[in-house]
């Protein structure tokens, strides 16, 4: 029997690009002439050409890390509202293959809750990306809050993108392995711990109970999170904790991605944790490969309703596709 799944639509909604705009503030960082920024900083060329290979109809695009979270002041604000122009222009070009989540200038909460409204409502933005910390701060506190009120209010999510951790927390749990191993502190492990303990902050912060509404979107698979689910929630009900619906706000108002992430152990973790309609495809490129993550979900021996649910349908309903 064929795989019907060989022609459903495929939607991967944590694809990455670099615009000038936000690009010349990261200095090395956003290097276009690397490999990996030739097809950053490109939009027409192989980015398309790696998709139609692979057979993805959408690529949602976010700024590559790190993004805003390093800006402070006019300068976020001005960099921020320059990139979400650049990248709506872009998607008007070729709407029926590019959709994008905005920069938002976090540093400045209130500016990032405008700014997301007018991404969102003047530039057709699906929501907004945040990579890790703000200036060094986590973005549970209550500074941060009106960006969540906003996105609540809109119904559009927050991407959680990792972010490298501190210099003085790679010095204190990574060294020396951080220079014989310098993806220790990235994708291997890095990554992952900052963004998940971001995600709990959240859930530990309040926030959710005053915006029950709000949505917000992790990667790699949750972080890790939904394979610690279990241990976290009895953890956190045991005496001398504050009360916390850790396991029940976690499962409501949390999504993941498979960017970058392609196992069938840690999918099948998902599949059991959490409702089916919050796991969305995502490739992570160009740092993963279209064609990979593809074959894989493809391949997948589950459900064609269900495959044809976290290629593409997932992502239109919560995107508004």
């Excluded at 029997?1 to 694809?15: G, Q």
């Excluded at 139609?52 to 890390?65: F, K, N, R, Y």
């Excluded at 991407?159 to 210099?167: G, T």
Aim: charged share 20%; with cysteine; aromatic share 8%.
């Amino acid at each position: 029997m064929t795989d019907v799944t060989t022609s459903a639509e495929i939607i991967a909604i944590e694809e990455h690009f670099m615009h000038d705009a936000l690009a010349r503030h990261l200095a090395s960082a956003a290097d276009p002439a690397s490999a990996l920024g030739r097809k950053l900083f490109d939009f027409a060329g192989v980015r398309i050409e790696e998709m139609d290979a692979a057979g993805i109809d959408m690529q949602v695009l976010s700024h590559q890390s790190p993004g805003s979270q390093r800006l402070t002041g006019d300068t976020a604000v001005e960099a921020c509202r320059a990139v979400n122009d650049a990248l709506a222009a872009i998607i008007r070009k070729t709407p029926d293959r590019f959709a994008g989540f905005a920069m938002i200038p976090s540093s400045v909460p209130e500016a990032a809750a405008d700014e997301l409204q007018r991404a969102v409502e003047e530039l057709g933005l699906k929501g907004a990306m945040i990579h890790g910390k703000s200036c060094g701060e986590f973005v549970d506190a209550a500074e941060f809050w009106p960006i969540y009120a906003r996105a609540e209010a809109l119904d559009v999510p927050i991407y959680l993108h990792p972010a490298h951790p501190d210099k003085a927390v790679i010095e204190s749990c990574y060294a020396p392995y951080d220079q014989s191993h310098p993806a220790l502190t990235g994708p291997a492990w890095g990554f992952g711990v900052e963004a998940g303990t971001h995600a709990i902050r959240l859930i530990l912060s309040g926030v959710f109970d005053r915006h029950p509404g709000l949505k917000i979107i992790l990667g790699h698979m949750g972080e890790a999170l939904p394979f610690w689910l279990p241990r976290i929630d009895e953890s956190l009900a045991r005496p001398g904790n504050a009360a916390v619906r850790f396991a029940e706000i976690f499962k409501n108002n949390f999504f993941v991605t498979t960017s970058g992430f392609f196992s069938d152990a840690a999918l099948r973790c998902c599949l059991e944790c959490l409702n089916p309609d919050h796991i969305l495809f995502a490739v992570d490129w160009p740092y993963a490969d279209n064609r990979s993550g593809v074959d894989w979900l493809r391949s997948h021996p589950m459900d064609h309703d269900l495959k044809k649910a976290i290629f593409s349908l997932n992502a239109r309903v919560l995107l508004k596709l």
